[in-house]
């Protein structure tokens, strides 16, 4: 399949990644090489023009509802995940640089010894240089998931797509991995999305791409050089956009 018709004129994406995927084949943690080799995909779809900013969870750290389930408060849980967060950015940030890619990491959570404060006008800035901005500790606040802080950020940039890159290759009708007769979808809409609870994103992400008309492409960043295939609408992908 191919992406939408306007592909080809995307000026500015936001690629969200889950801390997860940092991991590599380790059980926790950060594997630098598979880090690494993430940046080679960032900077790859940097190289096709692209303005590119980025946005990765910390559940390969710390996740603040897991706290929460063995009894830490979730407040508490929700700032120990914002700052994983903002190891996992540094890490790409270190990634990016040492191949070239001028990086800027902006955090949520002020801390001015490691980042810059998150300041709209400033990442716009950073992204007409062509660097890469990496959005940090989510949006600041506890009850809020990585995925909408990145369509916020997605939304406040003006980015003319949200790049959900994930273990599986798209959207299906119910979890592929333990049900073989999945149906995977090319396109579909965010209210499908939300009605059937496709777990795509939480509920909120999906509400604010929808509000401002920023389409998801789902797709798996397991496959090495997947993103600048997606761009090209050469790879198996998920496109959530239009409808009610």
């Known amino acids: 399949m191919t992406l939408p018709a306007s592909a080809p004129d995307y000026k500015r994406i936001l690629l969200k990644l889950s801390g997860e995927v940092l991991m590599g084949e380790q059980d926790y943690g950060i594997d630098p090489a598979y880090v690494a080799r993430l940046a080679e995909e960032v900077k790859a779809a940097k190289?096709?023009?692209?303005?590119?900013?980025?946005?990765?969870?910390?559940?390969?750290?710390?996740?603040?509802?897991?706290?929460?389930?063995?009894?830490?408060?979730?407040?508490?849980?929700?700032?120990?995940?914002?700052?994983?967060?903002?190891m996992n950015a540094l890490a790409m940030q270190n990634a990016l640089e040492q191949i070239g890619v001028q990086t800027r990491v902006q955090s949520a959570i002020p801390m001015a010894s490691v980042c810059e404060p998150y300041i709209r006008r400033r990442a716009e800035r950073h992204l007409q240089k062509g660097r890469v901005v990496i959005f940090a500790a989510g949006t600041g606040n506890p009850f809020f998931t990585t995925d909408t802080g990145a369509a916020l950020r997605a939304a406040e940039m003006g980015c003319d797509a949200l790049l959900k890159?994930?273990?599986?290759?798209?959207?299906?009708?119910?979890d592929p991995k333990g049900n073989p007769d999945a149906v995977r979808f090319d396109t579909i809409t965010y209210g499908q999305v939300l009605s059937d609870n496709l777990k795509v994103m939480d509920?909120?992400?999906?509400?604010?791409?929808?509000?401002?008309?920023?389409?998801?492409?789902?797709?798996?960043?397991?496959?090495?050089g997947n993103v600048a295939k997606v761009l090209k609408g050469e790879s198996v992908q998920t496109i959530v956009q239009g409808g009610s």
Not at 49 to 66: K, P, S, T
Not at 165 to 174: A, E, P
């Open 165 to 174: 890159g994930t273990s599986v290759d798209g959207v299906y009708d119910k």
């Open 203 to 224: 509920a909120t992400a999906v509400a604010l791409c929808r509000e401002n008309s920023i389409p998801i492409v789902v797709f798996s960043i397991r496959e090495r």
């Open 47 to 86: 190289e096709t023009g692209l303005e590119v900013c980025l946005v990765i969870g910390g559940g390969n750290i710390f996740r603040g509802v897991a706290g929460a389930a063995r009894g830490l408060d979730r407040t508490t849980g929700d700032y120990m995940g914002m700052l994983a967060t903002v």
